[in-house]
């Protein structure tokens, strides 16, 4: 069974930074896709980036602006979300999702089967 667990969540200013990680266990970060989506209140979860099992990422551009970096440690099946600039506008509940896929990053929330509980990251103006 794959259990994820996101911490690092929290209140930062207009500008501030936040990593959030998502320790998993049951599951392989450095063997399947590993992806982040964000939720803010009233709206639709939304993708912001992904890693394949090679370590390459990819973002959801539009949202993430170059702001955004997905690392991971292999040695304690972590993934990392490393939020730069960040912006009221960002102020969600932040995921991470386990993909039983290998070499495709999906940005649907249903391309994943494992979710954590969410970190709460409240950008203020």
């Known amino acids: 069974q794959v259990q994820l667990v996101e911490s690092g969540g929290g209140l930062v200013q207009s500008g501030g930074s936040l990593r959030l990680s998502c320790a998993a266990s049951?599951?392989?970060?450095?063997?399947?896709?590993m992806g982040w989506f964000r939720q803010a209140p009233g709206k639709e979860r939304e993708f912001v980036g992904g890693?394949?099992?090679?370590?390459?990422?990819?973002y959801s551009e539009d949202l993430v602006k170059g702001r955004f970096i997905i690392s991971r440690e292999n040695a304690k099946n972590t993934v990392y979300l490393q939020m730069n600039s960040l912006m009221p506008e960002d102020t969600a509940v932040y995921y991470c999702?386990?993909?039983?896929?290998?070499?495709?990053?999906?940005?649907?929330?249903?391309?994943?089967?494992?979710w954590g509980q969410g970190t709460q990251v409240t950008v203020s103006s």
């Open positions: 999702a386990s993909s039983v896929s290998r070499v495709r990053v999906g940005v649907r929330s249903s391309d994943y089967d494992s």
């Open positions: 049951g599951r392989s970060v450095s063997s399947y896709v």
């Open positions: 890693m394949l099992w090679n370590g390459r990422s990819t």
